[in-house]
């Protein structure tokens, strides 16, 4: 089991930029896809973002290409979501998910590991 830890939420204004950082724990995060969801209140969780072990493969929401930048160290257990130009539609809590194998995934039920979510606001 890994244990998954995001940071970095807040309340921003819209077009500013804010970095979410996604803390594994043990010593096996260079084995793990990773990717981040977002839920925003009565909406389902929806794909955001998603790296495979190495980082050499990304893909991305069409809602946030061009703004969002999915990047991860592994030398320190840490994935990371670059947001730019956030709009009040990026409103949700963000998660952290990560999965042993693969390239990367795009469905909730891909992942067998999530963190406990980070709250964004974005008000306009």
């Known amino acids: 089991q890994v244990q998954l830890v995001e940071s970095g939420g807040g309340l921003v204004q819209a077009g500013d930029s804010l970095r979410l950082s996604c803390a594994a724990s043990?010593?096996?995060?260079?084995?793990?896809?990773v990717g981040w969801f977002r839920q925003a209140p009565g909406k389902e969780r929806e794909f955001v973002a998603a790296?495979?072990?190495?980082?050499?493969?990304?893909h991305y929401a069409d809602s946030v290409r061009g703004r969002f930048t999915i990047s991860r160290d592994n030398a320190k257990n840490t994935c990371y979501l670059q947001m730019k130009s956030l709009k009040s539609e990026d409103t949700a809590v963000y998660y952290c998910a990560a999965r042993y194998g693969g390239d990367y995934y795009t469905l909730p039920q891909d992942y067998d590991n999530w963190g406990q979510g980070t709250q964004v606001t974005v008000s306009s």
């Open positions: 043990g010593r096996t995060f260079s084995r793990l896809a």
């Open positions: 790296t495979s072990w190495n980082g050499g493969i990304v």
